[in-house]
């Protein structure tokens, strides 16, 4: 137990991950010995990209920072590419723009590792969002113009401007009193963002009854909703010492990553409808896209933040 | 190049399809210069340098440093049409080297499948025991199409078949094979 306190707020969130993944595929393991089916596998090549994404984020964090700035940063444009390769909405035309959109991506991650907090918050929301629309002019067809003005811009949204707000909780200034800085609130929104996820999940196979929104995704329910709400409130205050929050911002906190999640997920999932598409790519093994996994987090990590530089800096 | 062709969003499916292939003629459909690189990257280091990419030399040929360029780096055959041709590639098979052609002739509509020129009948009629490896690229054509300079990022897909060799016997029933072939692969999901 000595060992346990000796450790940092840092070891100890790792070594809970560890301690879950090793726990679910332990459990897949013998439940696919007991009873094979489709559902385990699909449940099993699931665990193994949280391996994946777990490893990721471990080494980053231990690692040289700057490697963490580079993985979200290829994590923007990875996200950016897929959304831009199944957008119906953007026309032929538009792909010397879109070049443009993509060369934003190391130009804000560049002012969240530099931690130039101004620059960061409006480059994409007043420079791309005029930037692109600009550009777009001096190419000079105005047939769909307008749709291609907006539909860019959101891209860039929802895929570089939301996620570079998870680097830049690594760039936030030191606080009195609290060690785990800005990797402790980095861990704590992604991984309760997708144990959101899961709660909701689980709640809604066991209870699930009356749908939220059955035309945009059949599988939400209330009960998934409030369920995956109330364990992951209570998994926030359980994970308070990683943030420099008393308990009460914490539950805080807890409500509005679990309520931002499922905004989150439900926006790309009407994306994806719009698109006659389920799964957005393949890119991580049974995880659906790259968006499917991050779709969540995409309106949870910008919300999150501002609930902590409002708390914490402001 | 092949980090490069990632990063741009290339995937490359089944490409174990190459493993114990020793001499083969890869068939594809074509949108972008993309398409012959990702074809190279796909290959095994060992049959690489024998593998040669077909190209018209009316575009390739036309000026004298883009020849060079695509004989330095891709190992291109630049074939002239009308010409005797034909014979330049059997040479090359007849040597135990491979081909990539692209059988539309010229890059096509992205998505769309043009109809074959019957070069491809020629060569699998000549060499029956050769085999064709269809496949099937979607997505290139917006990386780099035709008439642009600037590669953006895409997702595209590389769908390697396995090899087979042709049984019609006439050239029209071969191209006919092949170019069935390349559509079921499109339409497959398995890889």
Redesign the interface.
């Given at each position: 137990m000595q060992y346990l306190k000796d450790m940092t707020e840092i070891q100890q969130m790792i070594l809970v991950i560890l301690g879950v993944l090793v726990f679910a595929t332990t459990l897949f393991w013998i439940w696919k010995k007991i009873k094979p089916g489709p559902q385990v596998d699909e449940l099993m090549t699931r665990t193994k990209s949280w391996w994946v994404m777990a490893s990721i984020f471990t080494t980053a964090a231990i690692v040289h920072p700057a490697i963490s700035f580079i993985a979200f940063g290829l994590l923007s444009f990875a996200a950016l590419r897929e959304l831009s390769s199944i957008s119906k909405s953007a026309r032929i035309e538009d792909r010397s723009v879109i070049f443009w959109a993509y060369l934003a991506v190391p130009v804000q991650y560049f002012f969240a590792y530099m931690g130039w907090f101004a620059p960061f918050a409006v480059f994409i929301p007043v420079f791309m969002f005029t930037w692109i629309p600009f550009v777009l002019v001096l190419k000079g067809h105005t047939q769909d113009i307008a749709r291609s003005m907006s539909v860019i811009p959101t891209h860039l949204m929802l895929t570089v401007f939301s996620i570079s707000h998870l680097a830049y909780l690594l760039s936030l200034p030191e606080l009195p009193q609290f060690n785990a800085g800005g990797r402790g609130l980095l861990l704590f929104v992604v991984f309760l963002t997708e144990m959101n996820d899961v709660f909701q999940f689980t709640w809604g196979k066991l209870l699930g009854r009356h749908k939220i929104i059955e035309k945009i995704s059949p599988n939400k329910t209330w009960e998934g909703f409030i369920g995956g709400l109330l364990s992951t409130i209570g998994a926030a205050i359980l994970l308070r010492f990683l943030t420099p929050f008393t308990t009460l911002e914490a539950l805080g906190a807890g409500l509005l990553i679990a309520c931002m999640g499922f905004v989150g997920d439900i926006i790309v999932s009407a994306i994806k409808r719009d698109f006659g598409l389920k799964d957005t790519g393949t890119a991580i093994k049974g995880h659906g896209g790259i968006l499917d996994r991050i779709d969540s987090l995409a309106i949870s990590a910008p919300f999150f933040f501002y609930y902590v530089y409002l708390i914490c800096y402001w | 190049m092949p980090i490069l062709l990632k990063l741009v969003?290339v995937r490359i499916r089944n490409q174990n399809a190459f493993q114990g292939q020793n001499q083969f003629i890869v068939v594809a459909n074509h949108n972008s210069h993309i398409d012959t690189m990702a074809l190279l990257a796909s290959l095994p280091i060992r049959v690489l340098m024998k593998t040669h990419p077909v190209a018209t030399a009316n575009y390739f040929g036309k000026k004298k440093w883009l020849a060079f360029i695509s004989n330095l780096f891709v190992n291109t055959v630049l074939i002239k049409q009308k010409d005797n041709a034909l014979q330049l590639l059997e040479e090359k098979l007849k040597k135990g080297h491979s081909l990539i052609l692209f059988p539309e002739g010229t890059r096509g509509k992205p998505g769309e499948l043009q109809a074959f020129r019957s070069g491809i009948g020629v060569l699998l009629q000549a060499f029956p025991h050769i085999p064709f490896i269809p496949v099937w690229i979607e997505?290139t054509g917006?990386i780099l199409?035709k008439g642009?300079f600037?590669p953006?990022?895409?997702?595209a897909e590389v769908k390697i078949g396995a090899a087979t060799l042709a049984t019609g016997t006439s050239v029209e029933a071969i191209v006919v094979e092949v170019q069935t072939t390349i559509l079921d692969l499109r339409r497959s999901e398995s890889l």
């Open positions: - | 969003g997505g917006k199409p642009s600037l953006v990022p895409f997702e």
